[in-house]
């Protein structure tokens, strides 16, 4: 077998929390008097780590907010987006079985623009956190994606994690957004594409596009390492 580890995404791919997050930046917008559209969220934002996104949004509208203001925007959005998840259904249909089917057979990492406090909160939640040997979240490199930096550090936190060094290119990412997967070919990964969020029009650079997480095949992924 040639695959050596699989690092996923979080929201979008394991989480359907794409809509819970929305609906946190656009209640916290509100209240700055700002008005984000769910076209623009998807369109524009979805790519960027909470930072990156008020940060985006205080240079679209013109606004001249300075890092203490979006660390504070950061901090309320957080809070809110707790409140939100209370009660929802997080995960994607066949999230749960294909982390638990993959994991059988290699180490699994996480490499993800959410805050990692979130991250825990849900695989906590679900008790899928055990399945997991290394969880990188926004606060965790000091670029996020569509740089490579979350999935070098995914790779490099893995392979420490299970005793020895992993090789970019015999991992494999799982995506959802064309960011995600820039960020993970630039990292030296190969990359599957979910069609959770964007239609497999728009996800064409990855090396396999699937439908949902019952069709990831451990068969496709050491082919696709392999390549």
Known sequence: MSIEA??????????????????????VLADESVTLLEQDYYGRYLGFDDVGTFRAVS??????????RIARLVGRKAIRLEEI?????????????????LAAAVPLAIASGALRTEIERVLERTDLARYFGAV?????TPASKPAPDPY??????????????????????????????????????????VTHTYPAAELGQADLVITNLDALDLADLSRISAD
């Open 152 to 193: 070098l550090r995914a790779v490099s936190l893995l392979g420490a994690a299970i005793g020895r060094p992993l090789r970019p290119a015999g991992c494999v990412a799982i995506e959802d957004s064309r960011w995600g997967l820039e960020s993970a070919r630039l990292a030296g990964l190969r990359t599957v594409a």
């Open 136 to 140: 990188v979240g926004a606060e965790d």
């Open 59 to 68: 240079r679209d509208r013109g606004l001249s907010w300075d890092g203490d």
């Open 85 to 101: 998840e209370r009660g929802a259904s997080l995960l994607f249909p066949g999230a749960e079985s294909a982390i638990r089917r």
């Open 6 to 27: 699989v690092v996923f995404d979080f929201d979008g791919v394991i989480a359907n929390s794409e809509p819970l997050h929305f609906r946190a930046f656009r209640d």
